[in-house]
């Protein structure tokens, strides 16, 4: 598996699974299944509920704990006094291991300073093995960069062809976060599984318009965890090193970008912020 270097050195897989919308007992099944055909980064959440069934499939898998490198993220309900570095002993009870490979704040709401300060006495005391982000807009990150300690590792974003982050990119780029892409499929939105341009790109290498996409992101530098509960489509979103695009392709789904989201609205339109506040009742 093809590995990208982290901020901080550790080494982890460019290519993942992610089990956002799996059941909790459907998760367990599907991890093993992803295990089974070859993924060995796994990207759960505590607002996912299956972190139990992730680390059930990791450690029935017969793949050593070091082989598999664990993504988890905190959810906003945990952000304040003690809670962050409780729910990450929490987290860590579920999955049932004695360290998480990359720990990320979910969301940019909230009391984020002091959860990522927890993140980062996690990472001291050896329970993660990096710390990153996820959703975090250029301003969050440059803010979060310029006042605490470690530099997160990764930021994971809405990213797909539709919506490539072209420009916060250039603000990763600079801090040295490495960009993650949530959402690599487009969820299936805007037409994505019958794209023509990724459908006639595709023909020419004897592959699929998504591995296309797929294949697309991680020539741009980007870490990508396609989700699929079908065992046959995980093998399918797997199938990515046997081929390269030309320089005239990818300037080709260049263009299919909208610079916009498609699947989560932006964290800046106050109708958005309200909707994530109503996950916090207080
Ligand atoms: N940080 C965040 O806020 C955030 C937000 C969303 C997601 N994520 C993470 O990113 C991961 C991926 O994003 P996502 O799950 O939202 O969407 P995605 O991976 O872009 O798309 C998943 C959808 O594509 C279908 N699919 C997968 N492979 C396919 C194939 N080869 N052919 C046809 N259909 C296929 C899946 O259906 P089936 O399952 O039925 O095959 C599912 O409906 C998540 O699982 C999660 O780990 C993070």
């Not at 799996?22 to 367990?28: G, H, I, N, R």
């Not at 664990?70 to 929490?90: C, F, H, L, R, T």
């Not at 992101?217 to 046959?232: A, C, D, M, N």
Request: some cysteine; aromatic content about 8%.
């Amino acid at each position: 598996m093809q590995t990208i270097k982290l901020n901080n050195g550790v080494e982890m897989p460019q290519l993942g699974y992610g089990v956002f919308q799996v059941s909790p007992d459907e998760a367990e099944r599907c991890v093993a299944d992803a295990l089974s055909v070859g993924y060995r980064m796994i990207d759960t959440a505590q607002a996912y509920r299956n972190e139990e069934g992730v680390g059930r499939a990791i450690r029935q898998s017969g793949v050593p704990r070091e082989e598999v490198f664990v993504v988890d993220k905190i959810w906003m309900s945990n952000y304040e006094g003690d809670a962050p570095m409780q729910s990450i002993d929490e987290s860590l009870r579920k999955l049932g291991t004695d360290y998480i490979d990359l720990m990320l704040l979910h969301q940019p709401f909230g009391d984020r300073y002091n959860a990522y300060r927890a993140l980062e006495r996690a990472l001291e005391a050896g329970k993660v093995r990096a710390i990153g982000v996820s959703n975090f807009y250029p301003d969050h990150l440059i803010d979060l960069c310029h006042f605490m300690d470690v530099v997160p590792a990764v930021n994971q974003v809405e990213t797909h062809v539709f919506f490539q982050q072209v420009e916060a990119r250039k603000y990763m780029d600079e801090l040295g976060v490495r960009h993650m892409s949530w959402g690599p499929l487009a969820e299936g939105k805007n037409g994505f599984f019958t794209n023509e341009t990724l459908a006639a790109i595709g023909a020419k290498h004897g592959k699929t318009g998504p591995q296309v996409a797929l294949r697309y992101l991680l020539q741009r530098g980007v870490i990508v965890i396609p989700k699929s509960v079908r065992k046959e489509r995980m093998e399918q979103n797997l199938q990515l090193f046997d081929f390269e695009l030309t320089n005239d392709e990818m300037a080709e789904i260049l263009k299919l970008d909208t610079a916009r989201p498609l699947i989560m609205p932006s964290h800046h339109d106050p109708e958005i912020t309200k909707m994530f506040m109503g996950f916090v009742p207080r």
